[in-house]
Each structure stands twice: as structure tokens, then as C-alpha cells.
């Protein structure tokens, strides 16, 4: 297995496992943000794996070497579990599809982006530290609305 197959393979993996994380959400949680006093604003379960969508089609646009990058303000946020696994799972086939493509020299490329310049390598890894990061959020989410199951998708079994 090469470095980029094992990329792309978790990448599918853990988009995989947020589209579980959402769909284990209760119907009613999906768009609650919850309001902690003296916290900064939170984002609604929704909104975070629309910000994962985001992330993963923007950088794979730029490891395409595509000059219009999509970014957030471009994704509208699903309204229901299921376009939200469909949209997501999408944009991580689009990235993994890329990382599939690629040769070694992608991963020491450097790519500018908001933040700065950034290797392939980071933005290969960055996409799935975002959705980790955020599968972990929502999770957090359904512990703060009363959920205390953790809901392990089967794939980490």
C-alpha cells in the first residue's frame, strides 16, 4: 500500500465515521448550538460537517493545482443527515481521488492558503485532522443534550 492509498483510505474512513456521528445526533440537536455563558459562539452539528465539505473540496482544488478554490461561503449547510453524508462522503471521494493521483512530490509542495503556506502533506493530513476534530465535537454535542451513549461507528471495531 502506498502513502497516498493509505491517505485516501482514511479519509474515506473518517468521513465516514462523521456522517455516523451526525446520523446518531437526535433529529431535534441537529441545529442546536448551545449557548455557554461566556463561551465563544458554537456551531450546530450541521454546520461543522458543512465547514468539513468545505475543507475537503478547497483542498482538493488546490492540490489539483485548481486557481478558484471553493471555500466555505460557497457550501450550504444540509438540511438533513442524510444530504449530509451524501455531500460529505462526495467530497471526500473528490480529495481521495486526488491524493490516489498524485506522486510523492505532492507531499513537499508547498500551497497557499488562508493560513499560510502549507505542504500537500499538511493539507492531505489537515483534511482528516478537520473531520476527526469535529466528529469529536458532535459527539461532545449529544453529550450536552443528554446523549451519554458513545456512538462508535462499526468501522472502529
Not at 34 to 46: D, E, I, V
Not at 51 to 60: D, G, L, P, T
Not at 104 to 116: A, K, V
Request: proline fraction near 6%; charge should be negative.
Amino acid at each position: 500500500m502506498t502513502a497516498q492509498e493509505l491517505l485516501a483510505e482514511q479519509i474515506e474512513l473518517i468521513g465516514d465515521s462523521l456522517a455516523h456521528y451526525l446520523e446518531t445526533t437526535a433529529p431535534d440537536r441537529l441545529n442546536w448550538q448551545p449557548q455557554l455563558p461566556g463561551s465563544a459562539p458554537t456551531r450546530s452539528a450541521l454546520e461543522q460537517v458543512t465547514e468539513c465539505i468545505a475543507v475537503n473540496r478547497a483542498f482538493a482544488a488546490l492540490l489539483r493545482g485548481d486557481v478558484n478554490v471553493p471555500s466555505l461561503a460557497d457550501e450550504l449547510t444540509p438540511t438533513s443527515p442524510a444530504e449530509a453524508r451524501a455531500r460529505l462522503q462526495a467530497s471526500c471521494a473528490e480529495l481521495a481521488t486526488v491524493i490516489r493521483a498524485s506522486n510523492d512530490s505532492l507531499f513537499e509542495r508547498l500551497f497557499p492558503t488562508r493560513r499560510g503556506q502549507r505542504t500537500g502533506k499538511g493539507l492531505m493530513v489537515g483534511a482528516y485532522r478537520n473531520m476527526a476534530y469535529h466528529s469529536g465535537q458532535i459527539n461532545f454535542l449529544q453529550i450536552l443534550a443528554g446523549d451519554g451513549e458513545f456512538h462508535a461507528p462499526t468501522t472502529w471495531i
